[in-house]
T-cell receptor, first 113, second 113 residues
């Protein structure tokens, strides 16, 4: 039973346009959400996060939106750059959980020059 | 910048061999994790540790074992490798003050023939 779902395994976007990566979750106990970026043959690197008490967090070209009622979050990248091409993982946390993070299956973003 | 190391980066071995995947971090983090990840799939937690002499199994059943004798070191051992163990193994660490951001090592790509 996958509690964090990324239903789009891949996404292609033209350079300079907006990339929107989506993530849905089923567990209402999740209170913190993170996005990670992963290049081939490397470990994931932290990108941006959001607490459940907020609905938006912005960091440069990256913005994460949280819709708690829909149990949905999205990552917006604008403008998209070829170097953004990577796999993006959504992750969620339950406060006080020993296991910390539950990950989605990832979305491969390809930014075309 | 996070400093977490994994060796070897790539390993190809025959069935039945005993292997140890090394993971070390120099940040003094208490909590460490091992994940298993296959292409296009989510990261599955297989082991975690709160600190020295503390280890727990994760969500995904694994035939591997771990130990935590020193804060900085969290090795994973497979007593008898099988082709079903072929995967990427990712080590991570975190401290509570980092808002649950986990720092990942580069991973070990294991292939069992």
């Amino acid at each position: 039973d996958q509690q964090v779902k990324q239903n789009s395994p891949s996404l292609s976007v033209q350079e300079g346009r907006i990339s929107i990566l989506n993530c849905d979750y089923t567990n209402s106990m999740f209170d913190y959400f993170l996005w990670y970026k992963k290049y081939p043959a490397e470990g994931p690197t932290f990108l941006i996060s959001i607490s459940s008490i907020k609905d938006k967090n912005e960091d440069g070209r990256f913005t994460v939106f949280l819709n708690k009622s829909a149990k949905h979050l999205s990552l917006h990248i604008v403008p998209s750059q070829p170097g953004d091409s990577a796999v993006y993982f959504c992750a969620a946390r339950i406060s006080g959980s020993a296991r910390q993070l539950t990950f989605g299956s990832g979305t491969q973003l390809t930014v075309l020059p | 910048e996070a400093d977490i190391y994994q060796t070897p980066r790539y390993l190809v071995i025959g069935t039945g061999k005993k292997i140890t995947l090394e993971c070390s971090q120099t940040m003094g983090h208490d909590k460490m994790y091992w994940y298993q990840q296959d292409p296009g799939m989510e990261l599955h937690l297989i082991h975690y540790s709160y600190g020295v002499n503390s280890t727990e199994k994760g969500d995904l059943s694994s035939e591997s074992t771990v130990s935590r004798i020193r804060t900085e070191h969290f090795p994973l051992t497979l007593e008898s490798a099988r082709p079903s163990h072929t995967s990427q193994y990712l080590c991570a660490s975190t401290n509570p003050g980092h808002n649950n951001e986990q720092f990942f090592g580069p991973g070990t790509r294991l292939t069992v023939l």
